[in-house]
Nanobody, 123 residues
Framework: QVQLVESGGGLVQAEGSLRLSCAAS????????IAWFRQAPGKEREFVAG???????TLGNSVKGRFTIARDNAKNTVFLQMNGLKPEDTAVYYC?????????????????WGQGTLVTVSS
């Protein structure tokens, strides 16, 4: 099991930027794919982005061209840079981990989750 702690959420105006961080501990970080999901009130959890140990990454369709994901294996941390934020990006953002190298987009394929960080985008 790996422990995940998200940080960096907050309130931002539309078209603004935020950078979320996911710090991992407990297991060898490079054994895991790390992904970001988000969940807005009344909606299902949605895949945002994921990255494996070599940097291969996948972005959700709704964030392509605006969000980027990166990882620092030396610091056991994954970053989600969010630019051009829109009110519809408002959600709780969760960091999740799964063993292996394939970046899955289904939340059910991830075993370990952080507590989440709230991102609110005002219009």
């Amino acid at each position: 099991q790996v422990q995940l702690v998200e940080s960096g959420g907050g309130l931002v105006q539309a078209e603004g930027s935020l950078r979320l961080s996911c710090a991992a501990s407990g297991r060898r970080f490079t054994d895991y794919v790390i992904a970001w999901f988000r969940q807005a009130p009344g909606k299902e959890r949605e895949f945002v982005a994921g990255i494996n140990l070599s940097g291969t990454h996948t972005l959700g369709n709704s964030v392509k061209g605006r969000f980027t994901i990166a990882r620092d294996n030396a610091k056991n941390t994954v970053f989600l840079q969010m630019n051009g934020l829109k009110p519809e990006d408002t959600a709780v953002y969760y960091c999740a981990a799964r063993r292996g190298t394939a970046v899955g987009i289904l939340s059910s394929s991830y075993n370990d989750w952080g507590q989440g960080t709230l991102v609110t985008v005002s219009s």
